[in-house]
């Protein structure tokens, strides 16, 4: 799920219950974003999984099969990266990670979590194909839309807006036009917050090192934007938002306890799962590329490579024409 989106049943800014709510979501912990206290940022992948399942109702119109598994079929569409089960399990490993580090995130999971610890708001998820989870409380919605268009809601319509590993699935020159209609369905004195990794991990393997450039120039060849993770905070400031928090963390590959080996087969699955691009790209059999990637995977584990999650939070001015007055007037002010 790329984009998660919640709203009170009363204006933010005269119910004093939800604007405590927003300043929770928002107390920090150690990790790569924000965290909820009692909230997302608790329990286990595990107990999370236990309601997840793609819907068996997916348009087959927007799916195709390659290898053995379904992919994502919507034109237009940079994403590479499978739409099945398998995927939703190394999602939801994904999901530990990133709730241990900052609280939460992955395929609804987080908005799932999120219903159900506030059920007095209104929780929606929207995907470009239909992939949700088969179970959601009632305060939940999900719906197909795709963030690149028009999205159907009025604006100023939410007082959160969760968006994260939206990497693979944007080109470089469309990301201000999708946070500009983040910015429209946000409310004045909502938060917007993303999450993104940088793919250009730290370790001093040189052929896991060259392997990672070599995608980087692959995503950057497709018009995607392989560090895009890194100006999370200036992209959040020039669509209009105040940058109230930006964080980065560093996350093992494969040592360091639970936490490393979670990533180290949420790193392995993904670019197994991108078989289909790159073993195309590279001009390699599926079992050379498999066989490439493992040695990649050893080479970071036994470097003690890190990878870095970077996290930034917006909020909307409560007053924007005042600001923009003021800084007319202070343009205006003649240099002496």
């Known amino acids: 799920m790329g984009n998660e989106l919640s709203r009170s049943p009363s204006n933010p800014r005269t119910d004093s219950s939800s604007?405590?709510?927003?300043?929770?979501?928002?107390?920090?912990?150690?990790?790569?974003?924000?965290?909820?206290?009692?909230?997302?940022?608790?329990?286990?992948?595990?107990?999370?999984?236990?309601?997840?399942?793609?819907?068996?109702?997916?348009?087959?119109?927007?799916?195709?099969?390659?290898d053995g598994r379904m992919y994502q079929n919507v034109r237009g569409s940079t994403?590479?990266?499978?739409?099945?089960?398998?995927?939703?399990?190394?999602?939801?490993?994904?999901?530990?990670?990133?709730?241990?580090?900052?609280?939460?995130?992955g395929p609804g999971t987080w908005l799932l979590e999120m219903a159900l610890e506030f059920p007095n708001v209104s929780c929606v998820g929207i995907d470009v194909a239909d992939v949700f989870p088969?179970?959601?409380p009632p305060n939940t919605e999900f719906m197909i839309a795709n963030v690149l268009d028009k999205l159907s809601f009025e604006d100023e319509t939410f007082d959160f807006v969760n968006m994260r590993s939206l990497m693979l699935a944007l080109r470089k020159n469309e990301w201000p036009d999708v946070l500009a209609e983040l910015y429209r369905v946000t409310k004045k004195?909502?938060?917007?917050?993303?999450?993104?990794?940088?793919?250009?991990?730290?370790?001093?393997d040189e052929f896991a090192k060259s392997f990672l450039e070599r995608v980087s120039f692959v995503l950057a060849g497709?018009?995607?934007?392989?560090?895009?993770?890194?100006?999370?905070h200036n992209m959040i400031m020039d669509s209009g938002y105040d940058c109230i928090v930006r964080e980065r963390k560093d996350v093992p590959i494969g040592?360091?306890?639970?936490?490393?080996?979670?990533?180290?087969?949420?790193?392995?699955?993904?670019?197994i799962a991108a078989a289909?691009?790159?073993?195309?790209?590279?001009?390699?059999?599926?079992?050379?590329?498999?066989?490439?990637?493992?040695?990649?995977?050893?080479g970071l584990k036994s470097s003690e490579a890190q990878l870095k999650w970077y996290s930034a939070l917006g909020r909307k001015p409560e007053e924007e024409e005042e600001q923009e007055e003021e800084q007319e007037e202070e343009?205006?002010?003649?240099?002496i």
């Open 134 to 136: 088969n179970k959601k």
């Open 276 to 298: 289909p691009l790159f073993s195309t790209v590279f001009a390699m059999t599926r079992d050379e590329y498999i066989n490439h990637i493992e040695q990649v995977m050893r």
């Open 331 to 335: 343009q205006e002010e003649p240099i």
């Open 255 to 271: 040592w360091n306890g639970t936490l490393g080996d979670a990533m180290f087969e949420d790193t392995r699955s993904t670019y």
């Open 79 to 105: 994403y590479f990266l499978p739409r099945d089960d398998e995927e939703l399990e190394r999602i939801n490993t994904q999901h530990f990670v990133l709730k241990t580090l900052f609280g939460g995130c």
């Open 189 to 204: 004195g909502g938060l917007l917050q993303l999450t993104e990794m940088d793919i250009q991990f730290t370790t001093t």
């Open 222 to 232: 497709r018009g995607q934007d392989p560090v895009v993770a890194t100006h999370l």
């Open 19 to 66: 604007r405590s709510r927003s300043r929770s979501w928002w107390s920090t912990k150690s990790g790569n974003q924000p965290t909820t206290p009692n909230g997302p940022g608790s329990g286990s992948a595990e107990s999370c999984s236990a309601n997840m399942g793609f819907s068996n109702d997916a348009d087959e119109a927007n799916l195709m099969w390659m």
